[in-house]
């Protein structure tokens, strides 16, 4: 047999071996980790909490056992913790954030290198900016949101280091901050310890344990970032239903990614009853579900693995809304760090008002219409002030210029 077909045939019985380790496994192991995580004794594992601590503790024990390791001082601390700080000014208040998102590293000397992450942070015993829940103090257990995807990425971890994908190296970062604003992810692009430019995609893993046992819908987001993805999943087998869009912006890490102009995959099972509430529980997570998910991430990892670094393409983002719940948007993504006056902008989405007035990342919104913009609240109160087909006038800062623009809505 000549030497290619022998490669192949390895590469095939290897890909086979992975499989019968994921399907035939049972899932103790994420069951293990999805009870800790979402256990009373971690009170919601709020950022910047003990309970938050402790729940990277139990990460960072979770990778060494798999055998999975630090990244030899790439990262800002040998133990896997990658701390970062804000003083965000929220309802007018300066308020002060900080936490750590756990990284592990696996290094194949290769020339690029794929993100997999999953945020580890929950509501603690009820944010009453994001909770849905209204009665008195309760844990939030965060079992599904996001205990499982930080589960499936532990897995991952384990089933990489052991697999033929030796094209890539692997960074597996479990974020904290994220339910705040994306904290944790934006300090890890701002602050990469792999060049951004050596970012070959990122595949980010939020609520992945709750898969319908009748639909088996596995919802998978920002396949337009880049032509290959739809290429790669074409020709997947899974018996997952899978449901795909093409935005790379959407409420949870791979939007720090997508905006750094790196391609983007989000993963997610679907939206429930018990979301941002705390009664979402152990109990409830579907396990073969998630077995199935982590079979199909492998899946897709290995159909690129032999890919050259793959292309970037922005996205036309129209089913992001920035402020759904309001008549008219701006069409922009905040950036939810800004601890200045005013709201600074992340990201301005094509065809919408924002755009057409020639707003751009990095301006910050002084006063829109007769309402002054400080920070989040007055920028909501304001945009609440118009309907569609309105017309007023914007204020912005670009640079230490101010300059008002005509905005349309």
């Known amino acids: 047999m000549k030497i ?13 071996g992975l499989n019968l380790r994921v399907e035939g496994q049972s899932s103790a192991s994420l069951k293990r980790h999805i009870t800790y995580l ?33 990244a030899n001082g790439k990262f800002i601390k040998a133990d896997y913790l990658q701390p970062f700080s804000y003083d965000p000014t ?16 696996i290094d194949n000397h290769a020339a690029n290198t794929i993100v997999i992450g999953a945020h580890y942070d929950h509501l603690g015993m009820g944010d009453p900016k994001h909770s849905l829940y209204t009665g008195p103090p309760a844990v939030h257990h965060g079992a599904d949101d996001n205990a499982s995807g930080v589960a499936a990425i532990i897995e991952l971890a384990s089933l990489l280091k052991a697999s033929a994908y030796k094209n ?6 479990a974020f904290s901050g994220e339910e705040l604003g994306l904290y944790g992810s934006k300090w890890f692009v701002q602050h990469p310890a792999v060049a951004v430019e050596k970012i070959n995609y990122m595949i980010n893993l939020d609520m992945v344990g709750r898969v319908d046992s009748n639909t088996h819908t596995l919802t998978v987001n920002g396949i337009g970032t880049s032509p290959a993805f739809k290429d790669a999943l074409a020709k997947l087998q899974t018996p997952l239903h899978i449901k795909t869009t093409e935005s790379g912006l959407g409420p ?35 396990y073969s579900g998630m077995l199935d998910v982590i079979n199909y991430t492998m899946s897709l990892i290995g159909e690129l693995n032999d890919k050259e670094k793959l292309a ?33 902008i992340d990201a301005v989405k094509e065809d919408r008002p924002a755009a057409k007035a020639g707003l751009k990342a990095g301006d910050v919104v ?7 913009v400080t920070e989040m609240t007055s920028y909501m109160k304001a945009l609440g002030q118009f309907n569609k ?21």
């Not at 910047?48 to 999975?68: H, Q």
């Not at 929220?90 to 750590?100: I, P």
């Not at 997508?258 to 009664?279: A, R, W």
């Open 4 to 16: 290619k077909n022998l490669v192949q045939l390895w590469l095939i019985i290897a890909v086979l």
């Open 38 to 70: 979402s256990s009373d004794s971690l009170h919601g594992r709020m950022t910047g909490t003990e309970d938050e601590r402790n729940a990277a503790n139990y990460i960072i024990e979770a990778f060494k056992k798999e055998g999975i390791p630090a």
């Open 90 to 105: 929220v309802d007018s208040v300066k308020t002060h954030v900080s936490g750590s998102n756990v990284v592990a590293f």
């Open 168 to 173: 890539n190296n692997y960074v597996f970062v």
């Open 252 to 286: 949870s890490d791979h939007t720090s990614f997508y905006l750094q102009n790196i391609p983007v995959v989000f993963l997610f099972s679907g939206q429930h009853k018990d979301y941002h509430k705390p009664s979402d529980t152990e109990d409830k997570i579907n």
């Open 312 to 344: 970037f393409v922005k996205t036309k983002d129209d089913n992001v809304d920035s402020a759904p719940k309001f008549k008219v948007t701006l069409g922009v993504i905040p950036d939810y760090t800004y601890d200045g006056e005013g709201l600074r």
């Open 366 to 372: 002084l006063q829109l219409g007769d309402i002054k």
């Open 389 to 409: 087909g309105d017309k007023t006038k914007v204020k912005i800062k670009r640079g230490t210029e101010v300059i008002e623009k005509d905005i349309e809505f």
